[in-house]
């Protein structure tokens, strides 16, 4: 458990994440520090198979480098007819440097041969605590959907433009606010939230 008034480290570098992430638990007491402030500190090699194992090692990892609780996530892209990719690859999907408009043509020159309602997909994310050595808490959350062959929507980031979320008729990236109500990290970090909670 935490004390009150224990700072935080959100372990991400990813602005987007960061925006997200801030405004999802605005609403809780908490004293978030940043990477900026470990400028030199190299991120760790993610060398997990899984969400869990990823967010854990990076949770671990920076918890241990700081010296502060440290929350890490790992999320991505599951596409079925993909065989799972990009899965934990889903940052370098396409290589480390490509854009996301390489990534998404990538992904629907594979795609090409299957119909819009066969691409099933899912954001999934794994989410951890950790403090010196302990894993401290550790949430998931999953939203299924399907890929659409052209992106969508100036919302959002990452994937966004391309993950068709049924339930709203629209990308990510086209839904606005609502989709703090409804995505992976929103619904992971919602129970890191009611943690925060019942640990102050």
Not at 26 to 36: C, F, K, M, N, T
Not at 48 to 60: D, M, P, V
Not at 153 to 168: A, M, N, Q
């Amino acid at each position: 458990m935490l004390n009150e008034g224990t700072p935080l480290l959100l372990a991400t570098t990813n602005p987007g994440k960061i925006r997200e992430i801030t405004r999802l638990l605005g609403d809780r007491p908490v004293e978030w520090r940043s990477l900026a402030d470990w400028p030199g500190l190299e991120p760790p090699e993610e060398t997990g198979t899984t969400f869990r194992e990823n967010a854990r090692q990076k949770a671990l990892y920076y918890a241990a480098h700081t010296g502060l609780v440290a929350v890490a996530e790992d999320s991505g892209l599951e596409i079925d007819g993909l065989g799972g990719e990009p899965g934990v690859h889903s940052a370098r999907y396409g290589g480390a440097d490509s854009t996301y408009a390489e990534k998404f043509a990538l992904i629907e020159a594979r795609l090409a041969a299957i119909p819009n309602a066969d691409r099933t997909a899912r954001f999934v994310c794994a989410l951890a605590v950790a403090a010196a050595d302990r894993i401290l808490f550790e949430a998931g959350g999953v939203v299924e959907g399907r890929v659409v062959p052209e992106p969508r929507g100036s919302g959002g980031f990452g994937y966004d433009p391309i993950f068709f979320y049924p339930p709203f008729g629209c990308t990510l990236a086209e839904a606005g606010d609502r989709k703090a109500e409804v995505s992976h990290r929103a619904r992971a970090f919602r129970k890191f939230g009611d943690w925060l909670l019942r640990s102050g």
